[in-house]
């Protein structure tokens, strides 16, 4: 037997002794602070788009260029709660992303701006 087919044995063991409903649990109650993003590279710069609903100051935010990586840290405020929530996939609280450049850039003549939940940091090459 393969490594890959021992594996999905015991997973399919696992779900038949704990039930369904015991992985949806455990997945829906694990939450990420890690919001997504994405790279693009011009012939002039690299363009980083990251997902940050909720962050009220652009300003507070630590952002920081070591080599070829960019670092972004900051801190969502968790939203007034009008009631007791049933479905909680936002993230909120204190996050931090490391995210690969893919190449060197000017890290001191970056670009920052937020606009509908996204942060847009331009990086010249």
């Known amino acids: 037997m393969n490594h890959d087919m021992h594996i999905s044995k015991w997973g399919q063991l696992a779900r038949e ?6 992985w949806s649990d455990i997945t829906s109650s694990v939450r990420v602070n890690v ?6 590279h011009t012939n002039r710069e690299v363009r980083v788009l990251i997902d940050l609903p909720g962050l009220e100051k652009v300003q507070d935010l630590e952002i ?7 670092y972004v840290k900051g801190f969502i405020p ?6 007791e929530p049933v479905i909680s996939e936002r993230f909120t609280g204190s996050f931090e992303r490391v995210i690969p450049l893919g190449t060197a850039v000017k890290g001191e003549e970056r670009q920052v701006r937020y606009r509908k939940g996204v942060l847009e940091i331009r ?3």
Not at 17 to 22: A, T, V
Not at 64 to 70: A, D, I, N, S, W
Not at 78 to 83: A, N, P, S, T
């Open 78 to 83: 968790d939203v007034d709660r009008l009631g």
């Open 17 to 22: 002794f704990l039930g369904d409903e015991f």
């Open 64 to 70: 920081r260029v070591e080599g070829e990586t960019l």
């Open 35 to 40: 919001p997504k993003s994405d790279v693009y």
């Open 123 to 125: 990086l010249p090459l």
